[in-house]
């Protein structure tokens, strides 16, 4: 299949990778051309300011939580054809930085599986022949990765990026595309999961129109849609999927707000095709949830900002627990399982009612618990799947449960050998567990989910 694409890299976390993507998606928008963002890796914050600028939904690719057939079907789904637009993936981290000591997972190893041309992006303040030198050291560290360009983030002034690009083309042999000036990028703030999300951008549009104009100016958009013309055909290997079951459609009310926003869209799309009619809510401003459900899908986000509206939303709080202890089935994923904790403990030490259906408190903390990539299985059997399921996760969260009882956690996560630890809590018909599930790493749990829901709406 040929899909025109490229991807972003960066030097090292922090060079600037989310503005120069949405600057470089947006002035293309602005050209008339079809974008279809992507975003290395475990990462829900990113495609969110992807599908703003793009008006198409950003998906994630992850070669440690997918397979190679998984990645390459799911890029050739949603993947634009040549002479309808082109596909921009952003990068995660540093290029060669993935899974521990493993390449998967890392921005360079999704390229190669992607035979996708990789444009770097580097930090250019405080750069001059050095610059070079660094280019040629990743140009050079794998000689399968086609480094077919560079951007320099943060130059001071148009005279200074001349000085750069003539050091990194001629004593690095790489071309450059172009550059983005100090305060002209997008200035994004942070809080304790990474950039605040766009939805809670002040004024966004405005500044993404200063980003596009920006971009517009200093990056060779004809020399970056050309490159990504360049990108050779790829050819999908065979990838199983899930039967379709031709039993009745489910009905799954899936929240969806300014506190619960993590999900998969690729995960959502293998729901729908396995028959849930997917149904949002909002756990901030509804006072009720949607009518005839089969089952609720509680994904992660930020309830610890929202707390205070959350615990102030007590009709809906009380109609969720109510239905769940009825033994509607759910999955509550890191945010969702906060939300059906007792009470949430925020950073200021206030503590907020939630929807109390399982007997805990979780406590935001001030650092990561648990972080990274993980592979479960499933120490009982759960809404999910059966005893013995196994999936690959990511886990990504501040909070810890208080008055936790590891002889009621129903899941074994481990991250290496000698690093293992147990979690996830199963009552009625409802799991709660802090890792992130993309569905295509198992469909089969999409599968027993959707199955459980629909046997149970028979007894409902």
Not at 47 to 60: D, I, L
Request: hydrophobic share 40%; aromatic share 8%; proline share 7%.
């Amino acid at each position: 299949m040929k899909k025109p694409r490229l991807l972003l890299a960066g030097a090292h976390s922090g060079v600037g990778k989310t503005s120069v993507a949405a600057g470089l998606m947006a002035a293309l928008v602005r050209r008339g051309l079809l974008v279809q963002p992507y975003k290395v890796g475990p990462d829900y914050i990113d495609p969110a300011f992807h599908t703003f600028v793009t008006g198409r939904q950003s998906r994630n690719l992850d070669s440690w939580l997918l397979d190679q057939a998984t990645v390459l079907t799911l890029f050739g789904q949603s993947a634009p054809e040549p002479g309808t637009g082109l596909s921009i993936i952003e990068g995660v981290m540093g290029l060669f930085d993935g899974h521990s000591r493993e390449p998967a997972g890392s921005s360079a190893h999704l390229a190669r599986i992607l035979d996708a041309p990789v444009v770097m992006v580097i930090n250019g303040s405080g750069l001059a022949r050095s610059a070079a030198a660094m280019v040629k050291g990743f140009d050079r560290f794998d000689p399968d990765l086609r480094l077919a360009g560079v951007i320099i983030n943060q130059t001071s002034s148009p005279a200074h990026y001349e000085m750069l690009k003539y050091f990194v083309e001629n004593e690095a042999g790489v071309p450059c595309f172009g550059h983005l000036l100090k305060n002209s990028g997008l200035t994004l703030e942070s809080r304790h999961l990474g950039l605040v999300p766009a939805a809670e951008v002040a004024d966004l549009p405005t500044k993404l129109e200063r980003l596009a104009e920006a971009a517009t100016a200093t990056l060779d958009l004809d020399g970056l849609v050309n490159l990504a013309e360049t990108a050779p055909e790829i050819s999908p290997l065979p990838c199983p999927s899930p039967t379709i079951p031709a039993s009745p459609p489910v009905r799954l009310g899936l929240a969806r707000d300014a506190a619960f926003n993590f999900y998969y869209q690729d995960g959502l799309d293998l729901l729908s095709r396995l028959g849930a009619e997917l149904t949002p809510f909002s756990p901030l401003a509804d006072t009720s949830l949607p009518p005839d459900l089969s089952g609720l899908y509680l994904g992660g986000g930020f309830p610890e900002v929202f707390a205070t509206e959350l615990a102030a939303n007590r009709k809906l709080r009380g109609e969720i627990k109510e239905a769940l202890e009825g033994g509607l089935p759910a999955y509550a994923e890191c945010g969702g399982l906060m939300y059906l904790a007792k009470n949430l403990v925020d950073k200021t030490g206030r503590t907020h009612e939630m929807a109390g259906f399982f007997p805990i408190t979780t406590v935001m903390g001030s650092g990561l618990r648990n972080f990274g990539y993980a592979t479960v299985t499933f120490e009982a059997d759960t809404v999910l799947g059966p005893t013995g399921t196994r999936v690959r996760v990511h886990e990504f969260h501040h909070s810890r449960i208080e008055d936790e009882r590891p002889e009621d956690y129903v899941l074994k996560i481990e991250k290496s050998p000698d690093r293992t630890w147990r979690g996830g809590l199963t009552r009625k018909n409802v799991l709660a567990a802090y890792p992130h599930i993309h569905f295509a790493a198992n469909p089969g749990l999409a599968v027993h989910f959707l199955e459980r829901c629909r046997r149970e709406k028979k007894c409902i």
